[in-house]
Nanobody
């Protein structure tokens, strides 16, 4: 089992940048595919990006492609989301998620992930 804690959220102006972190407890972090999701008020939780466990294969939602970068440091049991060129529509609670397995399948639904953090608020002002 793994426990996840997000950090790094905050208030930023449009065009600015933020870096989110997701610290994982437990062993065998490299055995987990990790993902970022977000949920805006009144909307469903949506996929943002994901990264496989050991070969670091990444994929993104079209809405963030070219602006966000997902990465991980398996030695530190930590995943990151670098967010650049932020827009007001990026405002949401951002969640990190984990699922056991290390394939290159596209895990883009919430039901694909077994473990979730509590979320960190990102607010982008116009």
């Amino acid at each position: 089992q793994v426990q996840l804690v997000e950090s790094g959220g905050g208030l930023v102006q449009a065009g600015g940048s933020l870096r989110l972190s997701c610290a994982a407890s437990g062993r065998a972090f490299s055995s987990y595919t990790m993902g970022w999701f977000r949920q805006a008020p009144g909307k469903e939780r949506e996929f943002v990006a994901a990264i496989s466990g050991s070969d670091y294969y990444t994929y993104y939602a079209d809405s963030v492609k070219g602006r966000f970068t997902i990465s991980r440091d398996n030695a530190k049991n930590t995943m990151y989301l670098q967010m650049n060129s932020l827009k007001p529509e990026d405002t949401a609670v951002y969640y990190c998620a984990a699922r056991i397995g290390n394939s290159r399948a596209y895990y883009v639904t919430t039901t694909s992930y077994s473990y979730w953090g509590q979320g960190t608020q990102v607010t982008v002002s116009s």
